[in-house]
């Protein structure tokens, strides 16, 4: 089996992120970069399939600037066996970013595609399905567990009210959630190794796709800010206030 | 602009995320509810104020097929809107690829019928989004917006779906709980990992039992085993927007405080006089969960608030 693994190079989750003064977006110059959480996860379902003897090669592929570069590197230490940059220094939306990834579907026909169910900076969620709608591939989001039998794939997903599991013939797209596993940090050789594996880079150009963005972005902004609280001096003032809340919240329904 | 909103159900019946959903919708225009599920639901939703028509099919159908009805059912309208749900989150973008259309979701404000406000990285920040596109794809938090009421009596249409998805669902497993729904809860009392076992939990729930509140639980507590995972508040759990939110035992991670920014009043029970969440917090009680829990069960009885 073949897998092919989208990742995304966002800001890194632990940093505190910075909205620019003009509202033009959030501050990703000199911001610790690294790969999307969830990406991680994808990749490491991938390289445990492999080390089952179920999978026999990882391709993993991101879309961005060269810098983007770190993440596939990141991911090939992991145990993915190449990488594929689509190179581009614009800012595509979720749609582009599916096109894109479908046309190296088309080229690499993999029998299973794995992503992250969402990217921490836009949580927008929408590769995954997008890719499966373009390929016309089964699709299972949000998986717990992967688990491979012959030419079927039994998923389990995490959905609102509990989980439930799937069955899905190959070729499929499967988005990964944080339960599914716990990602590996790469032993230094692994990372030396990783520079020695293939690492193509492909123009978005090359791919004769209209990547135009279809939204317009009318600012960004920070969220309203809480007003700082007060300490209670004790459980009854506590429960006062709770009461009080609670009372409230009743004269309203 | 006629717009059709999937709705949301809940173990077959229409889930009171369907009635919020509708309130963002009836801004864009006259609103028709797509029910995927028994019949008895479409009777619910019929019952929504201001609906034109529900349509009705009777079938549990994973995303391909979903997408297929919807798909089959777009060519009549200017918006195809969903709660940004797991059901919503698994269809609405593969209907969107399929339509060439990009999607906003999440959407937590509508400024104007295609200007649409939608938090990104975890809540920290807000974007707004111009879609000028001739047709729109949206899904909806739900929690940001008041429920339409009930007083209508909409005409229901059966449709007839032909089931061709390649993947079977095998079995679900609900998370069993008596407690309200956390995305449509008033109040809601959450506990992190300080918690400290899931018999710990206990205590979250007494406290939750007599306040009539769901129960939410921190990725922290549910990754240890604590809590079960459809009790998740955060970036990649529930996102709520209670009255009341009681945090007890959670520091305040950013991944947790961005499934707790719509919460009207925080109140917050921690040891820790410096974590985030009592800086946050309306009111906070610094001291030990399990002392302070009961006797807060206590003084609340006293004050007449009980089970």
Redesign the interface.
């Known amino acids: 089996m073949k897998i092919l693994v989208a990742v995304k190079r966002v800001v890194d989750h632990n940093v505190r992120i910075r909205i620019r003064p003009d509202g033009s977006g959030v501050e990703t110059n000199g911001v610790r970069m690294s790969m999307n959480p969830f990406c991680k996860h994808a990749v490491e379902a991938a390289v445990q399939l492999a080390e089952a003897g179920k999978a026999d090669e990882i391709v993993v592929v991101s879309v961005g600037p060269r810098a983007v570069n770190d993440v596939i590197l990141t991911a090939l230490a992991m145990g993915a066996h190449r990488g594929i940059l689509v190179e581009t220094d614009a800012d595509l939306e979720t749609l582009a970013i599916a096109r894109l990834l479908a046309a190296i579907v088309a080229e690499e026909r993999p029998d299973l595609v794995l992503l992250g169910k969402q990217a921490v900076d836009d949580d927008s969620g929408h590769v995954g399905p997008m890719l499966a709608a373009l390929t016309d591939r089964p699709q299972a989001s949000f998986a717990s567990a992967i688990a491979v039998d012959g030419v079927e794939l039994e998923v389990i997903r995490e959905v609102d009210h509990g989980r439930e599991t799937l069955r899905l013939p190959l070729p499929a797209i499967v988005t990964a959630d944080l339960r599914l596993n716990m990602p590996r940090n790469a032993a230094l050789p692994m990372v030396m190794k990783a520079r020695a594996k293939p690492l193509a880079i492909r123009p978005a150009a090359e791919f004769g796709l209209d990547l135009a963005p279809r939204l317009q972005v009318a600012g960004i902004a920070p969220p309203p800010e809480r007003v700082a609280g007060r300490k209670a001096g004790s459980v009854a003032e506590l429960a006062a206030f709770i009461a009080t809340t609670v009372r409230a919240g009743e004269a309203l329904q | 602009m006629s717009v059709l909103v999937l709705a949301e159900l ?2 077959g019946a229409l889930s009171p995320t369907t009635a919020r959903i509708v309130t963002a919708a009836a801004r864009l225009g006259p609103v028709d509810l797509l029910v995927v599920g028994p019949h008895a639901a479409a009777e619910t939703a019929a019952g929504i104020a201001g609906i034109g028509k529900v349509m009705v099919s009777d079938n549990n159908l ?3 097929d979903l ?1 297929r009805l919807l798909e089959t059912l777009a060519t009549r309208y200017h918006y195809l809107v969903s709660a940004a ?3 919503g ?10 339509l ?7 959407i937590v404000a509508i400024e104007s019928p295609n ?1 649409f406000v939608r ?15 001739e047709k729109h794809v949206l899904t909806i938090r739900a929690s940001a917006f008041a429920p339409t009421a009930s007083g209508n009596a909409a005409p229901i249409e059966t449709l007839d779906t032909p089931l061709a ?11 069993e709980s008596d407690v309200p729904d956390l ?1 449509n809860a ?2 809601v009392v959450g506990g992190g990992v300080a918690v400290g076992s899931a018999e710990g939990f206990q205590v979250i729930e007494n406290l939750g039992k007599i ?1 009539g509140a769901a129960i939410g639980a921190t ?1 922290a507590a549910v ?1 240890a085993g604590y809590a ?3 009790w998740q508040v955060g ?2 759990g ?1 996102i709520i927007a209670p ?2 939110y ?1 945090a007890i035992g959670i520091s305040g991670a ?1 991944q947790h405080l961005a499934g707790i ?1 719509g919460a009207r ?3 917050a ?1 921690n040891t820790d ?1 410096d974590a985030p969440i ?9 001291g030990d969960l399990f002392e ?1 829990v009961p ?2 069960i206590d ?2 009885e ?4 009980k089970s």
């Open positions: 809940d173990a994973l995303a391909d997408v749900s797991s059901v989150r698994d269809a609405m973008p593969r209907l969107a690829a399929k060439d259309i990009q999607p906003v979701t999440d200007r938090p990104i990285y975890a809540g920290n920040a807000l974007q707004t989004l111009v879609d000028p596109q998805s390649a993947a079977r669902l095998m079995a679900t497993h609900r998370t995305a008033r109040i306040l990725r990754d079960p995972n459809a970036q990649t529930k009255d009341l009681i950013l920014q009043r925080i109140v029970i006089p009592v800086k946050l917090a309306d009111l906070a009680l610094i302070i006797q807060l003084e609340l006293k004050l007449g608030i």
